[in-house]
T-cell receptor
Framework: ETGVTQTPRHLVMGMTNKKSLKCEQH?????MYWYKQSAKKPLELMFV???????ENNSVPSRFSPECPNSSHLFLHLHTLQPEDSALYLC???????????????FGPGTRLTVL | AQKVTQAQTEISVVEKEDVTLDCVYE???????LFWYKQPPSGELVFLIR??????QNEISGRYSWNFQKSTSSFNFTITASQVVDSAVYFC?????????????FGKGTKLSVKP
């Protein structure tokens, strides 16, 4: 176990549903990340939070809405998704920006999302 | 621009064979970090190694070894005496150094299948 947990592990939703993905890290880190992993594409960084502040939004459509209430928790709220949004969504954490080893990221097991 | 290329999409070997996974990177930064991650079927990315651009010394950890060659911009990963449990997708990644938060740029991954 890497110290990063994600729930649910699998999610099937319709295009009109609203759902949320949850990530929790138990490593004392201050940075958290959302990545999207689609079939046959490289891992794509979606969002970065440092000390609860969003520091990067990688041109992600507004149907994906992140929330970081504290340094240990990260959510990804989903609404009116498209079938092409079906993917593995991975959460990661690291030490915060400006600290040593801030680029060493630890990943959760991911949520396998299917949009019908 | 930063880029990571893993030219081998899939590799299949028989148990106990040695196997090398190739990684070639592009960056204009003088300070950067290179990583290898393993993604077993369970989905989470498992951190294997981090190497900074100033340290070209090769590293060995058990059956794993890494060959960093700045002259050819390569950071290859060798598994000696492969085992079935090594079957996974392996990702090479690159991030900026110099104290900035290194968001990871991933290659497309190499799927390794080790057959008994």
């Amino acid at each position: 176990e890497t110290g990063v947990t994600q729930t649910p592990r699998h999610l099937v939703m319709g295009m009109t549903n609203k759902k949320s993905l949850k990530c929790e890290q138990h490593l004392g880190h201050n940075a958290m990340y959302w990545y999207k992993q689609s079939a046959k594409k490289p891992l794509e960084l979606m969002f970065v939070y440092n000390f609860k502040e969003q520091t990067e939004n990688n041109s992600v459509p507004s149907r994906f809405s992140p929330e970081c209430p504290n340094s240990s928790h990260l959510f990804l709220h989903l609404h009116t998704l498209q079938p092409e949004d079906s993917a593995l969504y991975l959460c990661a954490s690291s030490r915060g920006r400006g600290t040593s080893r801030s680029n060493e990221q630890f990943f959760g097991p991911g949520t396998r999302l299917t949009v019908l | 621009a930063q880029k990571v290329t893993q030219a081998q999409t899939e590799i299949s070997v028989v148990e106990k064979e040695d196997v090398t996974l190739d990684c070639v990177y592009e960056t204009r930064d003088t300070t950067y970090y290179l990583f290898w991650y393993k993604q077993p079927p369970s989905g989470e990315l498992v951190f294997l190694i981090r190497r900074n651009s100033f340290d070209e010394q090769n590293e060995i950890s058990g059956r794993y070894s890494w060959n960093f060659q700045k002259s050819t911009s390569s950071f290859n990963f060798t598994i000696t005496a492969s085992q079935v449990v090594d079957s996974a997708v392996y990702f090479c990644a690159l991030s900026r150094g110099g104290g900035s938060q290194g968001n990871l740029i991933f290659g497309k991954g190499t799927k390794l299948s080790v057959k008994p």
